[in-house]
């Protein structure tokens, strides 16, 4: 605890570009990603390391591509496992239904789903950021205040828990990633809006090197009596989690008997002793977003932003693309390339893309583990018919997620399946390498043939890289189905703008360097 009268410090010279409130993933991804743009930052965190308890264990290729930015693709490839699909199961553990994944890496250059340990993701992350020289974390401090106005710097007021120290720092725009309790988010007036849903789970993680014998895939036991969710993790880590019943306590099923009883029919004769356990907590998983994101020059990102439940694993994965999304814009608005209103783009283009994935996964979580006995009756009438449709089978297994809102960074379509708001893929190209390694953290302009030498270097001036494809290549037959000749991609590799006309696709494109 600090002192009662801890001595005030103040940092002198001018704001800092950007300070980061929270290193957790979001954080960490975000200053990274502001690096990778030239942006120096200043990370923040309560804790002097990692929170050392596993808590996310999924992401999709989509968001794998985030952490190829970043630079942590490969190393992550080596602490995580492709994930082998869903299986959803009747209250008596009979399979209804099998989605089975192969490992192919496809559209995006990586495994549609990926399992993997928190804690391991967030160190290989703090190590790229230790390589890093344009992020400064700081750990053990706390904000405990914060003054934002339109048009001024941020003034926060920072606490080290070890001295006791006050210090005041001002920034000309502040991220808060600070997670679902987040201090930024009531230090600003926002608040979150229930979305209605709230149920109690007892989540449990072990290590073992035991065999457990069971498919490697999720488990969704469909049972509005005791719903339950099993996943195999890592080498050594699994994961299990359990609704818990209205009159049920964590602290009765956490005891060694119990949880035995609720994880054995996955492992068999395997004795209990043979499990360390590194987690039993209850958790109430809910829906909610917040009404703000925006206010003045503060931010909110990731669980400050908007929490969801887990039943389709794009809980830290919404945070990973808050930071992607707003990133880039706040690079281009400190490079005087966009007006700082262009930033309002954030909240437009990833509240209703991030609600509708809530919503998906608050319909999803009732259809498993709601409607009593009525509901198992139709479950196992409707699971195994559904299961066996080729169309419905893709569904279940598509990782793409819905099309960014228009605004003023994401230009109108024009025909209902067109390519603006979507991501483009991440193709295997001519020359051997994929289409983000080629592009990097510019802006792309995609075209079916060469850009004119006068058209290239329209381009290259503006920081824009000309991709040329072949007609009948991945990315030519992607520009077909949109009813396009050419297409302007983000930084995040969301379509800007598309159609035939390459100057004013280049006109759209707004600068990521500093003005001179």
């Known amino acids: 605890m600090s002192p009662a009268a801890p001595p005030v410090g103040r940092t002198d010279g001018p704001p800092l570009p950007v300070v980061v409130v929270g290193a957790g993933p979001t954080g960490v991804t975000a200053a990274l990603l502001l690096a990778g743009y030239g942006i120096p930052s200043l990370l923040l965190d309560r804790w002097t390391g990692v929170y050392p308890l596993p808590r996310a264990v999924h992401l999709d290729d989509e968001v794998y591509r985030i952490l190829q930015q970043v630079g942590a693709h490969r190393a992550f490839a080596g602490i995580s496992r492709p994930g082998a699909g869903l299986r959803l199961l009747a209250p008596d553990h009979r399979v209804l239904a099998e989605f089975r994944r192969d490992a192919t890496v496809e559209a995006h250059g990586h495994p549609q789903a990926n399992m993997f340990d928190q804690p391991e993701l967030e160190t290989l992350l703090r190590r790229r950021v230790a390589e890093e020289p344009l992020v400064t974390l700081r750990g053990g401090v706390e904000v405990t205040g914060l003054d934002a106005t339109d048009d001024g710097p941020v003034r926060l007021r920072v606490t080290d828990w070890d001295s006791g120290e006050r210090t005041t720092l001002t920034a000309r725009y502040v991220l808060g990633c600070d997670g679902a309790n987040s201090t930024v988010r009531d230090l600003v007036g926002a608040r979150l809006r229930d979305l209605g849903f709230a149920q109690r789970w007892l989540v449990v993680d072990v290590d073992t090197d035991a065999p457990v014998d ?95 439940p887990p039943f389709i694993g794009q809980g830290m994965g919404a945070g990973l693309r808050d930071a992607a999304n707003l990133t880039w814009k706040l690079a281009a608005v400190l490079a005087g390339g966009l007006p700082d209103s262009a930033l309002d783009s954030y909240q437009t283009e990833r509240g209703p893309h991030v609600t509708s994935l809530i919503r998906l996964a608050t319909v999803i979580g009732r259809a498993m583990t709601e409607g009593g006995e009525v509901g198992n009756v139709l479950r196992r009438l409707v699971v195994p018919r559904l299961g066996s449709l080729l169309v419905f089978r893709r569904k279940a297994l598509d990782s793409a997620t819905p099309a960014l809102r228009r605004s003023v960074l994401r230009q109108r379509r024009t025909v209902p399946w067109g390519l603006p708001g979507r991501l483009c893929p991440n193709a295997p190209l001519a020359d051997g390498r994929r289409f983000d390694d080629l592009v990097g953290t510019s802006f792309a302009l995609v075209t079916v043939g060469p850009l004119a030498s006068g058209a290239e270097r329209a381009a290259r001036l503006r920081g824009v890289v000309p991709v040329s494809v072949a007609a009948g290549s991945v990315l030519g037959r992607w520009l077909a189905r949109g009813r396009a000749g050419a297409a302007l991609v983000r930084p995040d590799r969301t379509v800007l703008a598309a159609g035939h006309d390459v100057s004013a696709l280049l006109a759209a494109a707004p600068t990521l360097t500093p003005v001179s």
Do not use: K
Request: a positive charge; aromatic letters at 12%.
């Open 214 to 308: 069971a498919w490697e895939g999720v488990h969704q036991v469909c049972d509005p009596h005791r719903a339950a969710t099993y996943m195999r993790v890592g080498p050594r880590r699994y994961r299990w989690e359990f609704r818990l019943l209205p009159d049920e306590t964590a602290a009765e099923l956490s005891v060694p008997s119990a949880l035995h009883r609720l994880i054995r029919p996955w492992t068999g004769d395997v004795p209990f002793e043979a499990f360390t356990v590194t987690r039993c907590a209850e958790y109430t998983f809910r829906a909610g977003v917040a009404d703000r994101w925006r206010v003045g020059r503060v931010f909110l990102l990731g669980d400050a932003a908007h929490l969801t």
